[in-house]
């Protein structure tokens, strides 16, 4: 099952909204019903406060007064002319006790109304009296439905303008976090880390940016510590390896030297070279990592591959190996590192030639809409596809039998990404290894 | 001819002295900015060899310094900071020339020579061997007047191994002194047999001589008796 994931803000305001729905729509029902027993509560105490008068009414005048005994129907009845209410007293022929109040229709001059019916019984004179006093609902439910209508209407205002509230409230109360998040998302180097604190009055945020700061500031020092590290060191190696080259070349020139111990100088000059190497690779790495090489030169990437090409001619030709070019005429200017661009150019091209014994280095470019697209390909022993994805990985190299100590082509790697140039790698085993490099083009570098 | 050494590291800056004494150069030596600084003022140069990274003075301060007091004297800038854009620095200030760390002395050498031939207005320079002519600033070789195709790289070696003549140059000093900071590893070395074969055919084809000399495991030889 996929989980979607939200932001927090999201979820509170869905939440927020999810509950206040819900209560609302609680109220909805409940509002009508409450206020249905609300007004029959009234209705009814207005009812009782009515008979009350018409009790003392029959106490003061008489039950006479308002039934003729001699008529042959034996009741008094009043009411008003919108019939809204009425009041009656009947005399009754059972002797029983009544005192209800309950909805019940009545006839009045051929219209059917509904009332609210307060029926009570009196005995006076010895005889039973039934005084009905009613209450017409038609008020009752038109006022039921006016509520009921005003309640939805008002609800749902109430419903829109807290959630209105609640998500600008959300908003700014978690802007905080956004900017924290966002500056979380910005980092690609710590060193680049924006360090100003964010403006909030909820301690936690403050916390936790604050903790944040300090961290990256941590981090940031132990990334700094380590390239300076690499590059002090490269730097003070440079200087005893100088020493030591001298004194050898020094040794070498003197007359009494044997064979033998100028095999064995040359030898120990040897591996001072790959030492030597090996100290200025590092160094020319550290100062991508410390990013000390400027960016700002427009290269014409065409020129440069022939002025690589140029350099490293004699080791295609003395391998035996031919060269194919079928390279795109149109000019192309990259910004960039020259020195840094023709070391990545010539380190695949050294590579490509190191790795094939027999056949060609085959060189195409071609330029499309928003690259060019650099394709160096050889015949040579390739590799299996677990090797593809470790050559850029320092001190791995595939030598069989040949020299395996190259950090070249982690270099080249470095000097790829410095420059945003991507570079893939297609490998077929003892059949041939393609290096593709795509460098983008910007509009400043078309011409 | 007088060279003043500045080298803050006073073991390199010895082996300096000895090979270029040897050489039949008058070496003085600073191993601070400022004794550097002070014996420039005083005393007149041809060539200071300059270490770019002094502890205790910015080495471009004291190009300026040499360009006020020494106008006359050829700067050699080293520097263990193999960096273009301190070189352009360095050459843009005055410098003449430019050595990372750590140099070949026969590299250092040849500079040397190369912008006193440049400097010191030199119309031609020719180096005879045999019947050949080596026109070290027309970079030619002749043969009776006869022009010998050379490539680029191959001039280059010639040229190196004859000025270092009667001397054993290593593999890496040649790939060095032609290839500059480019060459990686060792097996690139090999090339430079290749180069040597070459040359040695092109010169076979004029004078059955063997000018170049192998040494098994270790080089090449120019030999050249005056």
Known sequence: MKIFKFKLKNKLVFFNALTKTTIVTLLLILVPWIAGIITRQDTDNELVQKLDKVLALIESDGINNFVDQNAELKSFGSYNIIKAEFVSIEQLDVDTLIDEIQFSQRNIEEEIIDYRVLSYSIKKDGKTYLIEIGKSMEDIYKFEQKLKSYAVIFLIIILFLTLIIDLIFIQFLLKPLDKITKKLHNIKDPVNFDYSNIDSQTTDFVYLDQSINALMQKIEKAFINEREYIGNVSHELLTPISIIRTKLDNIMLSKSLSETDMIKIVEAKQTLHRLTNLVRTLLVMSRIENEEYLLNEK?????????????????????????????????????????????????????????????????????????FI????????????????????????????????????????????????????????????????????????KV | MRILIVEDEKDLANEIRDFLVGEQYNCDMAHTGHEASEMIAINPYDFILLDLGLPDY?????????????????????????????????????????????????????????????????????????????????KTLQYNNQIIELTAKEFKLLNYLVLNKNRVLDRMQLMEHVWGDFFEEDYDSNYIDVHIKNIRKKLLAYDPKQWIKTLRGVGYKFELTD
């Open chain 1, 299 to 371: 290269v014409n990437i065409n020129q440069l591959i022939d002025e690589v090409i140029n350099e490293i001619n004699d080791k295609i030709l003395f391998k035996g190996l031919s060269l194919e070019r079928n390279e795109s005429k149109t000019v192309f200017h990259f910004t960039g590192n020259k020195q840094l661009l023709f070391t990545m150019i010539y380190n695949i091209i050294n590579n490509s030639i190191r790795y094939t014994e027999a056949g060609s280095i085959t060189i195409i470019s071609k330029v499309s809409k928003d690259s």
């Open chain 1, 374 to 445: 650099l394709n160096i390909t050889d015949t040579g022993i390739g590799m299996i596809p677990n090797q593809t994805e470790q050559i850029f990985l320092r001190h791995k190299s595939f030598g069989q039998g040949i020299d395996n100590y190259g950090i070249g082509l982690t270099l080249t790697k470095k000097i790829a990404d410095y420059h945003k140039i991507t570079i893939s790698v297609n490998s077929e085993h003892k059949i041939g290894t393609s290096i593709i490099l795509s460098f983008p083009s910007t509009k400043s570098d």
């Open chain 2, 58 to 138: 910015l080495g471009l301060d004291l190009l300026q310094e040499v360009k006020k007091y020494n106008p006359e004297s050829y700067i050699i800038i080293i520097t263990a900071r193999n960096e273009l854009e301190d070189k352009i620095k360095g050459l843009n200030s005055g410098a003449d020339d430019y050595l990372s760390k750590p140099f070949s002395i026969l590299e250092l050498l040849s500079r040397i020579q190369a912008i006193s031939r440049r400097k010191f207005g030199y119309k031609t320079s020719v180096i005879q061997f045999g019947d050949f002519n080596l026109d070290t600033i027309k």
